[in-house]
């Protein structure tokens, strides 16, 4: 099954939207938001997408240990880290700069532009990624002036002993509740003229970090596929402006929510990129094993689908808590170390995607310190990698030579809160506190597809058809959709909602919310 993820609205509150439909929104990976499984507070309800994903990489990793030490970074993969600064105790700039250089990281994103950061990492050779803020979208939409302004402040003031790469114009705007959607291309534009005119336009790279929420579907991989109506508006023009100026798609990546929602379902090592069977993609034969993987897949196949397979892709965030609420399923200090962990080698050791093997993989880890003033459940104040007095909250590598002494190492099996599980198929997390999910038939699939998926799962799949009987209870409304998720739904919950039970061919995909088709009541279970 796959997952859909909740999504972060901004950076300092990742959990707030649910993807819509199965577990994993990306924030839609393969799960609850309407056809989403990657979503970042989502959870995962096609798993089988998912760890088709890593099918391609579990092998590389001790190869590539045997490259040559000696750099920071792989050609093939590189990482950063995202330092959000929403905390009163955090130490200042210029500690910072040197924690950065005292473990080798040399690449930073910050979300906004500020000075003392700017001017601490000045010839710290560290490349920096900054943000023109959303409340900054709708000026830099309609002022080119404002642009070269704000370039002129927050990038040629400190040139060239800091080094910006790259600007990141807005962060998940497709879920800021201030609806700042509208002015996003027209802000990327006047900020590409202005980077022009300045001469920046070759050193300087600007993109839009965007939430798995934005998928439609994201189950399987192969089916990724962005919501309808942000299509022609935004990402048409959106990946026509990056594929012009050369700059990759900004994706937040988080299989922690998609996990959380669904650990029922979604196996932990799946999850932590530990061995694992692994789950094929039903649309084309890949293996995954690792959600991370299917997630981004869902994305290059969504960008795909609009005829921008060339347009490559960059992590901005990702990351795993180390602290939650007791219903915060796997946020333990052990399962941040292993994801964290087993993704920088991942990264490092070279190697793309099941669907883009040969992309070369930026990843920015989310995020350097616990932020003790960011609102929402715990998880929120304990993604950090460092607590504030810069003492590591846990052991991961960040260069390839951190790997040579590098060891996933096992912790007891913890449920959310970090109290004592009693073991469970899906890693050893409770289940208890997760959401349910139910199978949907896809309105885009056509009648045809929906009416043989039907025929089939009230046939020879089992599904319990009565209830859509004439005069039965969800007899109403009757169309061929409404009767297709109906049973869809039987089947997909009469196999336990086991990886692959709801595709149906591509004609059905997985929610986190109770479907609604009149007074119709969808079952959860059998």
């Known amino acids: ?12 509150d990742k959990r707030y939207s649910l993807g819509s439909s199965l577990s994993f929104t990306l924030t839609p990976l393969f799960f609850p938001h309407s056809h989403n499984l990657f979503d970042r507070g989502g959870q995962w309800e096609e798993e089988g997408t998912k760890k088709m994903e890593q099918a391609y990489h579990h092998r590389l990793p001790c190869f590539l240990l045997l490259l040559p030490l000696l750099v920071p ?3 093939g993969g590189s990482i950063g880290v995202n330092y959000g600064r929403i905390a009163s105790d955090l130490p200042s700039a210029t500690h910072v700069a040197s924690l950065l250089h005292s473990h080798s990281i040399s690449r930073v994103k910050i979300y906004d532009a500020d000075p003392s950061v700017l001017r601490s990492l000045s010839r710290s050779g560290i490349s920096l990624t900054i943000d023109l803020p959303n409340e900054q979208l709708f000026a830099a939409a309609r002022s080119r002036s404002f642009c070269l302004s704000w370039l002129r402040l927050n990038v040629l003031a400190y040139q060239p002993s800091t080094v910006v790469e790259s600007i990141a114009v807005g962060n998940e705007v497709f879920v800021d509740t201030h609806n700042t959607t509208r002015f996003l291309i027209p802000a990327l534009r006047n900020l590409q003229w202005a980077l022009t005119q300045l001469n920046l336009h070759n050193a300087i790279k600007i993109s839009t970090p965007i939430a798995l929420s934005a998928l439609r579907s994201s189950y399987p991989p192969s089916a990724g596929a962005f919501r309808t109506e942000l299509v022609e508006p935004v990402f048409k023009p959106l990946l026509q402006f990056l594929r012009e100026t050369g700059s990759p798609l900004m994706v937040n990546v988080y299989p922690f929510f998609a996990y959380e929602s669904n650990s029922d379902v979604i196996p932990l090592d799946y999850a932590l990129f530990r ?3 692994g789950v094929v993609d039903p649309g084309n034969g890949l293996r995954y094993f690792n959600l991370f993987d299917a997630q981004l897949d869902a994305v290059f196949a969504a960008a795909s689908a609009l005829g921008f397979n060339d347009v490559p892709v960059v992590v ?12 915060e399923v796997g946020a333990t200090i052990d399962n941040a170390a292993a994801y964290n962990g087993n993704l920088v080698r991942r990264v490092l050791t070279g190697g793309g995607t099941p669907l883009r093997p040969k992309a070369d993989l930026t990843v920015y880890l989310f995020a350097l310190f616990n932020e003790n ?8 104040r304990n993604y950090g990698l460092f607590y ?3 003492a590591k909250v846990y052991d991961i590598p960040f260069t390839l030579e951190d790997l040579k002494n590098y060891k996933d190492v096992r912790g007891a099996p913890v449920s959310g809160g970090g109290g004592q599980s009693t073991g469970s198929d899906s890693g050893g997390v409770s289940k208890s506190m997760t959401g349910q999910t139910w199978c949907v038939a896809s309105s885009e699939a056509g009648k045809e597809k929906l009416q043989g998926g039907l025929d089939y799962a009230c046939g020879e799949g089992g599904a319990d058809c009565k209830p859509i009987q004439p005069r039965a209870a969800c007899y109403e409304p009757n169309t061929v959709e409404a009767h297709a998720s109906y049973a869809f739904n039987s089947y997909y919950q009469k196999k336990k909602r086991a990886v692959g039970s709801c595709y149906f061919g591509g004609a059905a995909y997985i929610v986190s919310q109770p479907p609604k ?10």
């Open 1 to 12: 099954m796959f997952v859909v993820y909740k999504e972060a609205p901004a950076y300092s």
């Open 73 to 75: 970074f792989a050609e």
């Open 275 to 277: 061995e694992n069977p």
């Open 316 to 327: 901005t965030e990702t990351g795993w808590p180390s602290k939650g609420d007791e219903n």
């Open 373 to 380: 003033k960011k609102t929402g459940p715990t998880s929120e």
């Open 388 to 390: 504030p007095s810069e």
């Open 517 to 526: 088709y009149g007074q119709c009541q969808f079952p959860t279970g059998y």
